[in-house]
């Protein structure tokens, strides 16, 4: 039974964890979710000590931070590796303990290995879990994985995760918890667009706005698991980690499992996403509104890069409001399709005679900010770098993976190579004085052999030390993480970058779901939202300017479109959102993200609540059995606060011809308290599919 000294309680944002540090096993948590003030821990604890079955351990086994078969964990072990199959089954002898405010910190070893093992509870209320290992031994340990495993109580049944595939990223799907092991994972070198970035366990039938709920990201940009396992004992647990395929320790080498960030809400999904989007923000290298209204040319030109149109795009993006100008793909040597040239990080010259000096002059002195594409990790067969470094591939030797976009991809933990890129984009940025660099990575990690092993931890490490040296060398030039879109936008891959391309898709009915999912983890400041044509050249549907404007408001929003051939009235209404983008980013980038769970058949309701007010869509994508939508009841208000709620018809109008008479509130707006507005609601518009309005309420 727990002693009062054995037992320590970790408070913050109202997250309570509470834990066993009995010195004969690593941690126990007993407790994770509500912070209950006044309770006496010593006792909770006591009162925690489950039951004892028939035909089981003689005694009540301890559930520790990695269980194992020295614990009695009937599971799969925690920590898994072997010296040369011996040493399977760790038993940890715990050799320090220290206890710092929110911090618990251990000291342990077994077996000729050293874990050092930190709990850290942020001041969001995001618990973060970090375990390094390190080979004591005088022979080499081979490490199969390193899971840190959370509790779930009994009343958490059902299970969310998100999949998806190339513009249809995070789409969710829902399981009962049953007994047994759910495990997602990403064996593609990068999470994938079907990796899920959240693991959420919960109560059953939770939602955005009701339910508790428990979760769990690996910040990792490689091969990664999140997985949660219930055995017949009634212990269920969740957690993650990297999926090492396998990794050899030396004796005196180290292992640094990536951080596995946890999180838990008693107000549904909003609330969990509120704590994970506070941890995020308090980031010291998080970017700070005003970010930068982008456009990027890739929709607008794709691969035809003829100066004198893109210096017109560039004018018309300045006259309608646009602060940054990315020129992407095709600007360098050789590099008219996809199939040539990646590698080869020079400018064409039978494009650009005298480099990009004068579209960068033309762009800044318009008053933009100027932004690159580039693709480093990857390289084309038909390259002068592959011809002349094809060892430089990441492949087994003699075979070459299978080609993907007609690439490959560059062994970066192989010094040369890393060098080479290093050089290359230092160059670039250092002589046109880059303002970005939008990061592509365009194809999974097949084969990926490095130095005669599995290549794709080393991959990523070598990866984050790029963009490490490359942000020490120029730190004002900021990097987005595109792959394919959303294949890569986990939080290892945004400690080094400054926001995350969502989907190459910028169709705003996908979009609509992408964005609302890819919110769960990221806040919206973080999201590339960007108004592309009005047919997309992705999935091949026509939608209206106003569905396209109000669903790139909430985000770090842009336009993607060719500018020089938008007629002159909806320039104007380009030039109006991006003013009205301006005017509320401050809101939109620093608020809490809120989600209706049903605001009617067909519809979508979702915004951002901070102190000076609220913003809102207010979506129909396709038509519902009611003739009148249900009321509009707007969530996240403060109940006793009265707001002021008005259209903004800067981003959507409605359509006169769809109703006989639209509520009349929507002429004037109108005046009511938070608790009207959320709980009995106001009569709701008349949306046609595919039609959209943006709602602002401000306090009085």
């Known amino acids: 039974m727990p002693t009062s000294s054995n037992i320590v309680r970790l408070r913050a944002g109202g997250v309570g964890l509470l834990l066993d540090v009995s010195p004969d096993a690593l941690p126990r948590v007993l407790h994770w979710g509500a912070d209950v003030p006044g309770d006496d821990p010593a006792a909770t604890a006591a009162a925690l000590v489950p039951a004892v079955a028939h035909s089981a351990l003689d005694e009540p086994w301890p559930l520790t931070v990695l269980p194992g078969a020295a614990d009695g964990w009937p599971g799969r072990p925690a920590v898994r590796g072997h010296r040369a199959g011996r040493g399977a089954f760790p038993r940890w002898s715990v050799s320090g303990v220290a206890v710092d405010g929110p911090e618990l910190a251990v000291t342990a070893a077994a077996e000729g290995l050293a874990l050092d093992l930190r709990l850290s509870l942020e001041p969001s209320g995001v618990l973060v879990v970090r375990v390094a290992l390190r080979n004591d031994g005088a022979t080499p340990y081979v490490l199969d994985g390193l899971t840190p495993l959370l509790p779930l109580p009994g009343h958490a049944r059902e299970l969310l995760d998100l999949t998806g595939r190339w513009c249809r990223e995070n789409s969710p799907q829902r399981s009962p918890l049953h007994v047994g092991i759910r495990s997602r994972e990403s064996w593609r070198g990068r999470p994938g667009h079907d990796g899920t970035p959240l693991l959420v366990a919960g109560t059953p039938g939770f939602g955005f706005g009701h339910g508790e709920v428990w979760a769990v990201h690996v910040a990792w940009s490689g091969d990664a698991e999140h ?30 499992a990536p951080p596995l960030v946890a999180a838990w809400s008693d107000s549904g999904l909003d609330g969990l996403s509120a704590r994970l989007h506070a941890y995020v923000r308090a ?68 494009v650009w005679p005298d480099g990009l000096h004068p579209l960068v002059d033309h762009v800044r002195g318009l008053g933009m900010q100027f932004g690159l594409w580039v693709e480093p990790e990857m390289v084309s067969p038909d390259s002068d770098l592959a011809r002349a470094h094809p060892d430089w591939l990441l492949a087994a030797p003699g075979r070459i993976p299978r080609s993907w976009r007609h690439q490959q991809v560059l062994d970066l933990a192989r010094p040369e190579a890393f060098a080479h ?44 030390r790029l963009l490490d040296e490359l942000r020490a060398r120029h730190p004002r030039c900021e990097i987005e993480s595109c792959a394919s879109g959303g294949a890569r936008a986990d939080l290892g891959i945004l400690a080094r970058t400054d926001r995350v391309w ?98 009617g058949e067909g519809l979508v309701l979702h915004g951002v609540v901070g102190p000076r007010g609220a913003v809102y869509a207010y979506l129909r994508l396709h038509s519902g059995a009611d003739a009148v939508p249900p009321r509009l009841r707007l969530p996240g208000l403060d109940p006793a606060r009265r707001y002021h709620l008005r259209l903004r018809p800067e981003a959507g109008e409605l359509r006169p011809s769809f109703a006989v008479r639209q509520p009349a509130w929507l002429d004037t707006g109108v005046e009511l308290t938070g608790g009207v507005l959320g709980r009995v609601g106001v009569a709701a518009p008349l949306l046609a599919p595919g039609q959209a309005v943006v709602l602002h309420v401000e306090p009085r």
């Open 283 to 350: 980031r010291a290298s998080h970017p700070r509104t005003p970010r930068p209204l982008t456009c990027n040319t890739w929709e607008a030109v794709y691969f035809d890069h003829d100066p004198a149109r893109l210096t017109d795009l560039a004018d018309r993006a300045a006259a309608v409001g646009v602060e940054r100008f990315v020129l992407d793909d095709g600007w360098f040597r050789g590099r008219r399709d996809d199939t040539t040239a990646l590698g080869d990080w020079t400018v064409d010259p039978s």
């Open 227 to 256: 997985v949660v396992e219930r055995v017949p004992e009634g212990v269920t647990v969740l957690g993650g980690g990297e999926l090492v395929r396998p990794l050899v320790l030396a004796p005196g080498a180290s292992y640094d």
């Open 421 to 464: 890129v290093l050089d290359a984009l230092d160059a670039l940025v250092g002589t046109y004085d880059l303002d970005a660099l939008k990061w592509d990575h365009n194809r999974d990690l097949h084969e990926p052999v490095h130095d005669g092993v599995p290549g794709t931890h080393a991959q990523t490490h070598a990866l984050y």
């Open 502 to 599: 969502a989907s190459d898709t910028t169709d705003p009915v996908e979009r609509q779901s992408i964005q609302r999912w890819t919110g769960l983890l990221l806040p919206p400041e973080l999201v590339g939202t960007h108004v592309g044509a009005p047919v997309s050249h992705t999935t091949g549907r026509a939608s209206g300017l106003p569905l396209r404007l109000v669903s790139s408001l909430f985000g770090h929003a842009g336009i993607e479109w060719d500018l020089t051939a938008v007629p002159p009235e909806d320039l104007a209404r380009l030039r109006a959102w991006a003013g009205l983008h301006k005017e509320l980013r401050g809101l939109l980038h620093t608020g809490r993200t809120v989600r209706a769970d049903d605001p």
